[in-house]
């Protein structure tokens, strides 16, 4: 688990163009304003890649900080 969570973290701090110390799982995207929509999309399809996982299309916008991908990746 440990290792998925340090993966996720240095995705999101790649795409969203932050350092990976400024993050944590509870990073959330409604206070970032790096973490927009286009983010958001380049997000879902890293995650998808990275972790060979389906994120439902239905629940995209139900994802609101780092800590909600994770039930995808496990």
């Excluded at 240095?10 to 110390?21: K, R």
């Excluded at 973490?35 to 996982?53: G, K, Q, T, V, Y």
């Amino acid at each position: 688990m440990e290792n998925n969570t340090q993966k996720l973290l240095g995705i999101c701090s790649e795409i969203l163009e932050i350092e990976v110390t400024e993050l944590s799982l509870e990073t959330s995207r409604l206070v970032m304003e790096e973490w927009d929509s286009l983010a958001h999309i380049r997000l879902i399809a890293e995650m998808e890649e990275i972790f060979n996982c389906e994120i439902p299309i239905d629940s995209i916008t139900e994802i609101e900080k780092i800590s909600d991908f994770l039930q995808y990746i496990r």
